[in-house]
């Protein structure tokens, strides 16, 4: 089949600009880029009125709850969300239960994600048995067997000796490691950031130098075996100096932040708000305004959700005691139009963060206009205006910090292959 979308306002994060423009996808694929053209008899077009047309979004660090909590999140529910939400690649951490750190668990939810979503979904795998931080993984097999990185998620590999092993295997199989740059002395049983805010509201606090020194040791282990390592979340102005030098002195670092981390700040738990509970906690503004730039200078390489579902009843707990996490799969790209219209950040430098670096990073296809390129995009009308009610999100788990708020940006098509899977056939 050939489609032709006309009429878009094309964004190109490879270019690094946006353009009226037509599209043309045979096969799957994209096959031609024009400024303009008429579509041929037969043709299916269809008509982008104006509205932005970008490569689907790669969301990097995602997790299902399958296996173990497939009643809190499932692939097929995962997938809905994705779709919803313009992320035609899910990249899914292995913090399930049991965590994906065997090769047999990993085959389990490849084959369970193929016959449950269109979206693409790959895994990263646990880079310790059990992400308890004890005793290497099979990465080796685990990496024959499909998985794009290895990682424990947001438990910290305590043991540097098991760690440095860790980090050796991986840089000699050329496997990719992603990293929670956190002490966890001083962010165990924390939930806030240090500072007058969280004393005031009797919270129990952690320096943003945790994160800082979390990121310095594992720096020096990345010089020290040369392995590519990607850290997942990059949230303090104090740790950016620090990746700038590593950058600078060839170390194969990228960073990754959410975006809950860009558009939220710590004053936000003011009325102990558990959806607004994360990992790391909600950072000064200064913090926040000190990221944003350094994704708009390209020194932070990857904006993600860290979709993470949790049900009303771990969430319906006195804040200290409630689950961390906020789904985030749906509410991405409205949230990414907040640094839009914020003047933060333009349209071509969100994509490249949100879709041409991760899927660099990871060695996958998309994330490009481009001939040849997967034909994954999403048709989005950046200033549509609606009030986010958490019930209609596609996500079995409701736990997002935009519940009531007012919003822009809405997907109006999304394309796996050149499939149209968004809106819903039901919907």
């Known amino acids: 089949m050939t489609l032709w979308f006309v009429n878009a306002r094309l964004i190109d994060p490879e270019a690094g600009e946006e353009r009226t423009g037509v ?54 529910s995962a997938g809905r969300a994705a779709a919803a939400g313009g992320v035609t690649t899910i990249v ?41 931080g004890r005793e290497m993984a099979e990465i080796g097999f685990l990496r024959d067997a499909g ?50 805010f969280a004393a005031l509201k009797g919270l129990p606090g952690v320096s943003p130098l945790a994160e800082r020194m979390g990121f310095d040791r594992d720096m020096g ?48 738990l003011a009325d102990y708000r558990t959806f607004f509970k994360l990992t790391p906690p909600l950072r000064s503004e200064d913090d926040r305004l000190a990221v944003v730039a350094a994704v708009g200078a390209g020194l932070v390489d990857v904006i993600c959700s860290m979709h993470t579902p949790a049900d009303e009843e771990s969430k319906r707990l006195p804040f200290e005691a409630a689950a961390a996490g906020a789904v985030g799969l749906e509410t991405l790209l409205p949230a990414a139009m907040r640094l839009y219209h914020a003047g933060a ?19 996958l296809e998309g994330g490009r206009l481009a001939v040849g390129a997967p034909a994954d995009l999403v048709l989005f009308d950046p200033d549509a205006p609606f009030v986010l009610d958490r019930f209609s999100l596609q996500s079995k788990a409701k736990n997002t910090p935009f519940d009531g708020a007012r919003m822009e940006g809405r997907v109006l098509g999304t394309w796996v292959r050149g499939a149209r899977i968004f809106p819903h056939e039901e919907d």
């Not at 008429?38 to 969301?59: E, M, R, S």
């Not at 290895?150 to 991986?170: H, K, M, N, P, Q």
């Not at 850290?231 to 700038?244: F, H, M, S």
Request: aromatic share 4%; net charge neutral; hydrophobic share 40%.
């Open 147 to 196: 998985a794009v990185a290895f990682t424990d998620g947001a438990r910290v590999v305590e043991d540097t000796r098991i760690l440095s092993r860790c980090l050796t295997y991986a840089r000699g199989l050329g496997a990719l490691v992603v990293g929670h740059p956190q002490d966890p002395g001083l962010s165990r049983g924390t939930c806030a950031t240090n500072g007058k």
């Open 23 to 76: 599209l043309r996808v045979e096969n799957g694929a994209i096959a031609e880029v024009l400024a303009d053209g008429t579509p041929p008899a037969g043709a299916q077009v269809i008509d982008c009125a104006g509205k932005c047309l970008a490569p689907g979004i790669v969301d990097m660090g995602v997790q299902v709850g399958e296996p173990g909590a497939r009643h809190v999140e499932s692939f097929r």
């Open 92 to 132: 899914a951490r292995p913090d399930t239960d049991p965590a994906v750190d065997t090769p047999e668990v990993l085959e389990f939810v490849t084959r369970r994600a193929a016959s449950q979503t269109p979206v693409r979904i790959r895994h990263m795998a646990a880079l310790t048995r059990g992400r308890a």
């Open 221 to 268: 282990l990345v010089e020290m075996t040369g392995v590519a390592y990607h850290a997942d979340q990059i949230t303090c102005a104090r740790t950016l100096p620090a990746l700038e030098r590593a950058k600078a002195n060839g170390l194969d670092v990228t960073a990754g932040v959410s975006i809950h981390h860009l558009t939220l700040n710590e004053f936000d």
């Open 345 to 363: 950040l333009n349209l071509p430098q969100l994509w490249r963060a949100l879709s041409l670096n991760p899927a660099r990073r990871l060695g």
